[in-house]
């Protein structure tokens, strides 16, 4: 089975650092990798993805991630965070076999960018 | 383009009742899915479509039912409501097996 692991329910940064946000995947098969952010009473909006080729991959709003497939992880990162970067952030693995694209999510890490 | 919308926006139900959630979208996407989203859980996946006609039992299916009679329209029906399953709902739908899952904006749903 798949899974995801985010193992910190928050991550509190400085404006104008740089932010990481971490997920780690167990999976079976080659992942297919992606990153959510949900604002507040808000639906989740994609920002970046991992499908295949090089491993960092550049998404929405700036940030970018990179896939380590030696460690199972493919950690968020922005250079330098913004107040409005706060959100509830989300990983989430898909398997490339097997039917439904079904995608297992991670249980999601609050970033506060504090000025 | 609306994307993916979601009615109603919010609920409260009595235990025991029922309700029918509707989501659509305008972007013909083929894949459509259903989540719920509980506080420290994330999201899980409830059911899910591959297609019009078809529906599949997702990570936590008890006590809901789907039906996908057309293919924009994803409907999740809750046929006797228990407090258990106060959430938030998200629909979400996909065009194909590379391609991001676009979420509508949720329901949130309060059993009593």
């Known amino acids: 089975a798949q899974s995801v692991a985010q193992p910190e329910d928050q991550v509190n940064v400085a404006e104008g650092n740089p932010l990481t946000v971490k997920c780690t995947y167990s999976v079976s098969g080659n992942p297919y990798l992606f990153w959510y952010v949900q604002y507040p009473n808000r639906g989740l909006q994609f920002l970046l993805k991992?499908?295949?080729?090089?491993?960092l991959v550049k998404g929405s709003y700036g940030f970018e991630a990179e896939f380590n497939k030696s460690q199972t992880s493919f950690h968020l990162k922005k250079p330098s965070a913004l107040v409005s970067d706060s959100a509830l952030y989300f990983c989430a693995v898909r398997v490339s076999t097997g039917g439904g694209n079904k995608l297992t999510f991670g249980t999601g890490t609050q970033l506060k960018v504090e000025l | 383009n609306a994307g993916v919308t979601q009615t109603p926006k919010f609920r409260v139900l009595k235990t025991g009742q029922s309700m029918t959630l509707l989501c659509a979208q305008d972007m013909n996407h083929e894949y459509m899915y259903w989540y719920r989203q509980d506080p420290g859980m994330g999201l899980r996946l409830i059911h899910y479509?591959?297609?019009?006609?078809?529906?599949a039992k997702g990570e936590v299916p008890d006590g809901y039912n789907v039906s996908r009679l057309k293919k924009q329209n994803f409907l999740l029906g809750l046929e006797s409501a228990a407090p258990s399953q106060t959430s938030v709902y998200f629909c979400?739908?996909?065009?194909?097996?590379?391609?991001?899952?676009?979420f509508g904006p949720g329901t949130r749903l309060t059993v009593t």
């Open positions: 479509s591959v297609g019009e006609g078809t529906t």
């Open positions: 979400a739908s996909q065009r194909g097996a590379f391609y991001e899952q676009y």
């Open positions: 991992y499908i295949t080729g090089d491993n």
